[in-house]
């Protein structure tokens, strides 16, 4: 384009196939098509094709909006959405919280009472199940003092622990007494009594101070290794050894009560 057809543009065309010329614009751009055929009939085929659509789309544009397209309902939805990953993130907060809180709760309920840090029922287990792994697979040193000198063994354990401790007798279980040791426990002692049956399978007592009272059992699995632990009258003890859950547990209940004093399963020399 030159001079004066310079002015008009691409765009003015387009605006006037769109019907969006007006005014002085809308003279300038007939005027100029008027003086350029083939722009013309450029602009009238595109006009044509233009009318043809919209002819095709009309009963379409005069269908009522879908509901699922209204603006309220849009808006309706989102709240819903957003409202469910609010809830669902508070509710796994709140389990988490929750979960913290009473795991917190149970690990410290003796810490509390007694007013200074106190270990739990998983500490003495993880403890006693590190001794157990230990020692169990020592063959010539499984023990520090035997059973033939269980009188010098108990006494000098119980020296070392503060507290008068006796070994349980498990025999009806098929375990005798092969002896014990004295292992560190912190800024204390733990005493580790082990036992082992006609086939040479072996399980262990463990005993550490710990104060408070939690004489409900936690069991701990690890690999082949099982531990029943508790807490009783201001010391932690476990059982452990090679066996089943239910295998275990009898043998645990066995040593609760022989500890205790208050059962025939006890061995004292």
Not at 105 to 114: F, I, L, Y
Not at 191 to 214: F, I
């Amino acid at each position: 384009m030159t001079g004066k057809d310079a002015a008009i543009r691409e765009e003015d065309l387009q605006a006037y196939v769109d019907g969006r010329a007006s005014g002085d614009r809308l003279v300038e751009i007939e005027a100029y098509l008027a003086q350029h055929p083939e722009e013309r009939e450029r602009v009238a085929l595109e006009r044509r094709q233009r009318a043809a659509l919209r002819g095709q789309l009309e009963n379409k544009a005069a269908e009522p909006i879908p509901p699922r397209l209204w603006i309220a309902n849009i808006q309706a939805a989102r709240r819903r959405r957003w409202g469910w990953r609010l809830g669902a993130a508070a509710a796994a907060l709140l389990l988490f919280a929750g979960g913290i809180g009473t795991g917190w709760m149970a690990a410290n309920r003796m810490e509390m009472a007694s007013g200074q840090p106190t270990p739990s029922t998983t500490a003495v287990a993880e403890n006693a199940s590190l001794a157990y792994r230990t020692f169990v697979v020592e063959v010539a040193h499984p023990v520090e003092v035997d059973a033939q000198h269980q009188a010098h063994l108990l006494q000098w354990l119980s020296r070392r622990l503060g507290k008068p401790l006796i070994a349980p007798d498990l025999t009806s279980f098929g375990y005798r007494l092969m002896g014990g040791r004295l292992l560190p426990s912190g800024s204390g002692a733990a005493a580790q009594l082990m036992y082992d049956d006609p086939t040479g399978k072996r399980l262990t007592v463990y005993v550490r101070a710990a104060e408070g009272s939690e004489t409900a059992f936690r069991f701990q699995h690890e690999g082949e290794t099982s531990t029943f632990a508790w807490i009783d009258r201001g010391f932690g003890f476990a059982v452990t050894g090679a066996l089943q859950r239910e295998e275990l547990l009898p043998i645990a209940e066995a040593v609760y009560h022989g500890l205790s004093g208050d059962s025939p399963a006890v061995k004292k020399d």
